[in-house]
């Protein structure tokens, strides 16, 4: 069975190869006439290792609309160019060699017909040399020194994102494993920039399409792209099912510019009926659906909450996610917002605290190895006023916002739809939405405590109709204008968060609303948003 299975997905891997393999020459033949402009980079080397992942889709299907135009496009890949890389390094092991046969194969197929600059890796022995020496901290801070540019570059700082990722932590321990991990990612990112600026200087291209930006191979592009006056474009999965995220800058921050318009009656429907499936559980992010179905909070849970005085809520993140660099304003990380938390649960006996862990923490491949679930075990159990939902609980989340007096979030999305619920939320991180008048959002540490006080010592809370409007226009427009659709194009195959292309036609994609907004934002400047 074993043996039989292996030979079905290589069968299943060989067709989609040749699906796209044969819209590749469909579209080197129906190129027009190139243009003459500055070229367009596509590089996103931390998107896969076999196979494609939604964003390798994205990535894929931007370059051929934008060479449909008779643009020139060229993409920077990664040909055994790094000695440990984002996805093909194993945290368990991590001084086992890298997959590079299968990506190399993978990248093949994916650019057919394109035009191609690969790059290998030498290692640096003089940096490695360096480096050695040099404790966990150090290398962290550490700078290597870059003429050409006029500056140095931060080798440390542009690793440190895809470390975290990759050991699926927030914290490090300074041992031998970690610095050799630290060491090997920092030596790569040197070697990807040596490549990477004598590309820029050969090619000179209008503009970089990359893949996240924070992943130490795709921001050490970034960073020299910008050294050079160079645009940056960057991409995320969007907030429909297979859709996608550009925008000109730091996707992790998730930009967006919203009119100060009223939502019409057809743009409100719409946005009623896809709210309606999220709170009976039916979405998906990254091509991930996390939960099949959903169930009642537990009885035993019910009883407690009915002994206290008020009930307030608690949703966590991962903290291994590229956004919470971002979200990190007011304190330094999520887990020093727990502990801080953790003093006003202590002081609130009248009050149940519900910890609801996010449920990204346990997703099989991606098990975070400093969790909540730890956190509250060390710290918070044996309180009387708390409880803890573990991420792989099924428990209707919705449910437990309605029968709380209000609701705690980091940077999570969950406090916009508890507005929606009439519960007010309260963020501790920054997130896209804290602009838009739409959660309580405070600047500092003692503003944050003070609103937090007011909440628990409040009568009664209300929603305000402003910051409902607020919330309902900033989720259509995340929903619905800035997350490009994707799935004409491409359909759902294992693994999970594996993807690959639907038959379709040249013309489709090149006369499609996506491929529209990615020329405009890509070609002309433009915000990657779709016609109203």
């Known amino acids: 069975m074993r043996i039989l299975g292996r030979l079905q997905t290589a069968v299943t891997s060989l067709k989609n190869d040749w699906r796209t393999i044969q819209?590749?020459?469909?579209?080197?033949?129906?190129?027009?006439?190139?243009?003459?402009?500055?070229?367009?980079?596509?590089?996103?080397?931390?998107?896969?290792?076999?196979?494609?992942?939604?964003?390798?889709?994205?990535?894929?299907?931007?370059?051929?609309?934008?060479?449909?135009?008779?643009?020139?496009?060229?993409?920077?890949?990664?040909?055994?160019?790094?000695?440990?890389?984002?996805?093909?390094?194993?945290?368990?092991?991590?001084?086992?060699?890298?997959?590079?046969?299968?990506?190399t194969r993978q990248s093949k197929v994916n650019t057919t017909g394109a035009e191609v600059r690969i790059f290998t890796y030498k290692r640096d022995d003089e940096l490695a040399a360096i480096l050695q020496k040099l404790s966990l901290n150090e290398l962290l801070r550490y700078e290597q020194p870059l003429p050409e540019v006029g500056g140095s570059l931060p080798l440390g700082k542009l690793v440190l994102p895809s470390l975290r990722w990759r050991l699926r932590l927030q914290s490090f321990t300074d041992d031998e494993a970690t610095r050799f991990l630290c060491r090997e990612f920092m030596l790569s990112a040197w070697n990807v920039a040596s490549r990477f600026s004598i590309f820029l200087e050969n090619v000179k291209p209008q503009?970089?399409?990359?893949?996240?930006?924070?992943?130490?191979?795709?921001?050490?592009?970034?960073?020299?792209?910008?050294?050079?006056?160079?645009?940056?474009?960057?991409?995320?999965?969007?907030?429909?099912?297979?859709?996608?995220?550009?925008?000109?800058?730091?996707?992790?921050?998730?930009?967006?510019?919203?009119?100060?318009?009223?939502?019409?009656?057809?743009?409100?429907?719409?946005?009623?009926?896809?709210?309606?499936?999220?709170?009976?559980?039916?979405?998906?992010?990254?091509?991930?659906?996390?939960?099949?179905?959903?169930?009642?909070?537990?009885?035993?849970?019910?009883?407690?909450?009915?002994?206290?005085?008020?009930?307030a809520a608690i949703?966590?993140?991962?903290?291994?996610?590229?956004?919470?660099?971002?979200?990190?304003?007011?304190?330094?990380?999520?887990?020093?917002?727990?502990?801080?938390?953790?003093?006003?649960?202590?002081?609130?006996?009248?009050?149940?605290?519900?910890?609801?862990?996010?449920?990204?923490?346990?997703?099989?491949?991606?098990?975070?190895?400093e969790s909540v679930a730890m956190w509250f075990e060390q710290k918070a159990s044996t309180l009387q006023n708390t409880a803890f939902i573990p991420p792989q609980d099924r428990i209707n989340s919705y449910d437990l916002i309605r029968s709380s007096k209000f609701v705690l979030t980091y940077n999570s999305q969950i406090g916009l739809e508890s507005i929606l619920m009439g519960i007010p939320a309260l963020?501790?991180?920054?997130?896209?939405?804290?602009?838009?008048?739409?959660?309580?959002?405070?600047?500092?540490?003692?503003?944050?405590?003070?609103?937090?006080?007011?909440?628990?010592?409040?009568?009664?809370?209300?929603?305000?109709?402003?910051?409902?409007?607020?919330?309902?226009?900033?989720?259509?427009?995340?929903?619905?204008?800035?997350?490009?659709?994707?799935?004409?194009?491409?359909?759902?195959t294992p693994p999970i968060g594996y993807v690959r292309l639907k038959k379709f036609s040249w013309r489709a994609l090149e006369k499609s609303p996506t491929a529209h907004a990615l020329l405009a934002g890509i070609s002309h400047g433009k915000l990657f948003e779709l016609d109203a």
């Open 23 to 103: 819209m590749a020459r469909q579209v080197a033949s129906h190129l027009q006439k190139a243009q003459g402009r500055l070229p367009v980079v596509f590089f996103n080397a931390s998107t896969r290792i076999r196979g494609n992942s939604q964003n390798a889709a994205f990535s894929l299907l931007a370059s051929w609309a934008v060479r449909l135009t008779g643009q020139r496009v060229v993409h920077f890949i990664c040909w055994s160019g790094m000695s440990r890389c984002v996805l093909g390094t194993d945290q368990d092991a991590p001084y086992k060699s890298m997959p590079c046969k299968t990506c």
């Open 207 to 311: 503009a970089a399409v990359l893949f996240n930006g924070m992943q130490f191979p795709e921001a050490t592009a970034a960073w020299l792209c910008r050294q050079r006056g160079v645009r940056v474009i960057t991409h995320e999965s969007g907030f429909q099912p297979f859709s996608g995220y550009f925008v000109e800058g730091d996707i992790t921050t998730y930009p967006i510019t919203i009119p100060d318009v009223e939502l019409t009656p057809d743009q409100n429907a719409r946005l009623d009926a896809d709210l309606q499936k999220r709170l009976q559980g039916d979405f998906s992010m990254a091509g991930i659906h996390f939960w099949n179905e959903m169930r009642d909070l537990p009885e035993e849970l019910v009883q407690k909450a009915a002994r206290f005085k008020q009930v």
């Open 315 to 369: 949703f966590t993140n991962v903290i291994f996610d590229t956004t919470q660099l971002n979200a990190n304003v007011i304190f330094a990380d999520m887990f020093a917002w727990l502990d801080t938390v953790l003093e006003v649960i202590k002081a609130h006996p009248e009050t149940f605290f519900v910890i609801r862990a996010h449920p990204d923490e346990a997703r099989p491949g991606k098990l975070s190895r």
């Open 427 to 492: 963020g501790a991180g920054r997130a896209p939405f804290v602009d838009f008048d739409t959660v309580y959002f405070e600047r500092d540490r003692e503003a944050y405590l003070h609103r937090l006080e007011s909440l628990l010592t409040a009568a009664q809370l209300k929603v305000s109709e402003e910051a409902i409007k607020h919330t309902r226009r900033f989720m259509y427009y995340r929903y619905f204008r800035f997350s490009l659709p994707f799935g004409e194009f491409i359909e759902s």
